[in-house]
């Protein structure tokens, strides 16, 4: 069981440059969500997404678009990559999007943009 | 905002417990207290979580208060591999119906041979 892949683990942009995150999951979850982490920080929500073709923003949106076209998928794009974006990023998932849903986190992409 | 105060940083002996607490006032009725925690850069692990009773599980126990405003993670016997930053948080309703998990920074806890 793998729980939540995310790939690549690390990547190095140039300013302006467009990538996607991946992240996946083989554990029929709903729900899915994208976080940030920047040096000395707790992690900040980006988007989130509670079921297929369902997504909305989170705390830190601006910069990012998500889809969810699987379960199994959550990818996020970086349309044009700023030096601002320079973080680590997680993906977690959960069995649905109540309260009592343990969120899952995937090991991290990190990302530097020059 | 994070909804949760935690000490930035605490020492404990190994093989003591580690009694970490942290402060959510303006929680509501229907919000979990989730703990997780972070060894150096990898994604968070989760420990543990609850509404209104205490819980116990094979990594810690949660002692949540009766007013639910305030709550501490025990780790019963803290091993070096222990050493982590402890989130507590609040997973919080959101507009969409759903609810998210918002951290804050955490409390860096040490554990000391």
């Known amino acids: 069981n793998a729980g939540v892949t995310q790939t690549p683990k690390f990547q190095v942009l140039k300013t302006g440059q467009s990538m996607t995150l991946q992240c996946a999951q083989d554990?029929?979850?709903?729900?899915m969500s994208w976080y940030r982490q920047d040096p000395g920080m707790g992690l900040r929500l980006i988007h989130y997404s509670v079921g297929a073709g369902i997504t909305d923003q989170g705390e830190v949106p601006n910069g990012y678009n998500v889809s969810r076209s699987t379960t199994e998928d959550f990818p996020l794009r970086l349309l044009s990559a700023a030096p601002s974006q320079t973080s680590v990023y997680f993906c977690?998932?959960?069995?649905?999007?109540?309260?009592?849903?343990?969120?899952?986190f995937g090991a991290g992409s990190r990302l530097t943009v020059l | 905002d994070a909804k949760t105060t935690q000490p930035t940083s605490m020492d404990c002996a190994e093989g003591r417990a580690a009694n970490l607490p942290c402060n959510h006032s303006?929680?509501?009725?229907?919000?979990?207290v989730y703990w997780y925690r972070q060894i150096h850069s990898q994604g968070p692990q989760y420990i543990i979580h609850g509404l209104k009773n205490n819980e116990t599980n094979e990594m810690a126990s949660l002692i949540i208060t009766e007013d639910r405003k305030s709550s501490t993670l025990i780790l019963p016997h803290a091993t070096l591999r222990d050493t982590a930053v402890y989130y507590c948080i609040v997973r919080v309703r959101s507009g969409a119906g759903s609810y998210q998990l918002t951290f804050g920074k955490g409390t860096k806890l040490s554990v000391i041979p």
């Open positions: 303006t929680i509501s009725g229907n919000e979990y």
């Open positions: 977690a998932s959960s069995q649905g999007a109540s309260g009592a849903n343990v969120l899952t």
């Open positions: 554990m029929n979850h709903e729900y």
